[in-house]
């Protein structure tokens, strides 16, 4: 008999965890200042930093860093050096930039020499890291280096970096920020209880932005609003929208090119051919109706994939109650089975989702099909 997992368990060296939960947070972050975005602001991720916010009023970058727990940035600390050191190496990248922010959770001690740096000039910031590095210490825990490295380049080109750096610490955590995001006047008229739903959609296009061609991770303030307004209405209106094509037809383009599709070689595996073309006519149909629906609704994609993933957890739980009733033994009740748990997914209640509303039968066994095709799902009741 198996042992039931214990929680203190060792943590294997391979726990990425923590590290993961700084990247959330950094995606909170640009959700953050997404919803702040002004009229023709851009904003941009991991391209020169961070966050950019590319802007003729008030343009910024900024570096994220998020400590677990409470967390002291002292002044040889490698978040601020590092952080100076890339903005001064890549100084011409940084020239249109009004503001160089470093945006941390941690905050100073009462006695640290930068304490001070957002209330004094270029020329004072520049004496106060000059004297950070004056002392020598046995152990500087790779301090020095970068230290030396920053004062490598001309004292010029420091000024004019240091004159932008704004230190901002103490900056709220994980929970807290998510918190702050949902108090944003943007969700006023948004129920509470929808609120979380709402931000992790944004959250989920925002990760999901450089996906497609030409791969750029670039998020404008009208297709923020566009998208974000889509959204909210789902929570803000009862009336649902026709997203799906009135009339798609019943009859496939070149049907020959689907019959070697991973869908129907399933369905064929159990001894299912009669099912074939009507599986292939609603794949067909699925399809059109996306490329339809997808064009003028920027939260389609977002709720067919959510979409998707509700099916294939459907369709796995089916399958689960079939197995437990299926002799493994025997050729013939595994084929019965299967083509049982095909049935009764054909016959699952077709139910609007978000934006798929109202969703149709035609649709929603294509989007199965596609289950099949594209997230690995098998009709045959033996196969994982």
């Known amino acids: 008999m198996n042992e039931p997992l214990s929680s203190n368990l060792v943590k294997q060296k391979n726990d990425d965890t923590k590290t993961k939960l700084g990247d959330i947070y950094h995606y909170y972050v640009v959700l953050s200042y997404c919803l702040d975005l002004q009229e023709s602001e851009t904003i941009l991720v991991e391209k020169y930093g961070d966050i950019s916010i590319v802007s003729e009023e008030d343009s910024k970058n900024l570096e994220v860093k998020r400590h677990q727990g409470e967390h002291v940035l002292n002044d040889r600390h490698i978040d601020f050096w590092k952080t100076l050191l890339n903005w001064v190496k890549y100084h011409h990248n940084m020239r249109d930039f009004k503001k160089l922010i470093l945006y941390t959770t941690s905050n100073f001690k009462e006695n640290s020499k930068l304490k001070s740096w957002n209330l004094v000039k270029a020329h004072e910031r520049l004496k106060i890291i000059s004297e950070i ?51 944003n006047s943007f969700f006023k008229s948004v129920n509470k209880s929808d609120r979380k739903s709402f931000v992790d959609s944004l959250m989920g296009h925002i990760l999901t932005c450089p996906v497609d061609k030409p791969h750029k991770w670039e998020i404008t303030c009208e297709d923020f609003e566009s998208l974000a307004c889509e959204i909210r209405n ?133 989007i199965i099909h596609k289950v099949v095709e594209e997230r690995g799902f098998s009709w045959n009741i033996i196969k994982s």
């Open 133 to 183: 590095g004056h002392q020598k210490n046995k152990a500087e825990e790779g301090f020095r280096s970068i230290y030396e490295a920053v004062f490598h380049y001309d004292v010029e080109i420091i000024l004019t970096i240091i004159e932008k750096i704004e230190l901002y610490t103490s900056q709220t955590d994980i929970v807290e920020i998510e918190r702050k995001i949902m108090k």
């Open 234 to 366: 789902r929570y803000t209106t009862s009336a649902g929208g026709l997203r799906l094509p009135p009339d798609i037809g019943d009859t496939p383009h070149d049907e020959e090119r689907y019959k070697d599709k991973r869908f129907v070689r399933e369905i064929k595996e159990i001894k299912y051919d009669t099912k074939v073309p009507s599986a292939i006519l609603h794949y067909w149909q699925a399809q059109e109706s996306i490329i339809y629906s997808s064009m003028n609704n920027p939260t389609f994609n977002v709720d067919l994939k959510e979409f998707q993933r509700d099916i294939r957890g459907n369709l796995e739980e089916f399958k689960s109650s079939f197995q437990d009733d299926c002799d493994e033994t025997d050729p013939q009740d595994i084929i019965l089975k299967s083509k049982r748990l095909y049935n009764k997914a054909m016959e699952m209640p077709v139910n609007n989702f978000y934006s798929i509303n109202p969703n149709r039968p035609y649709f929603q066994k294509g």
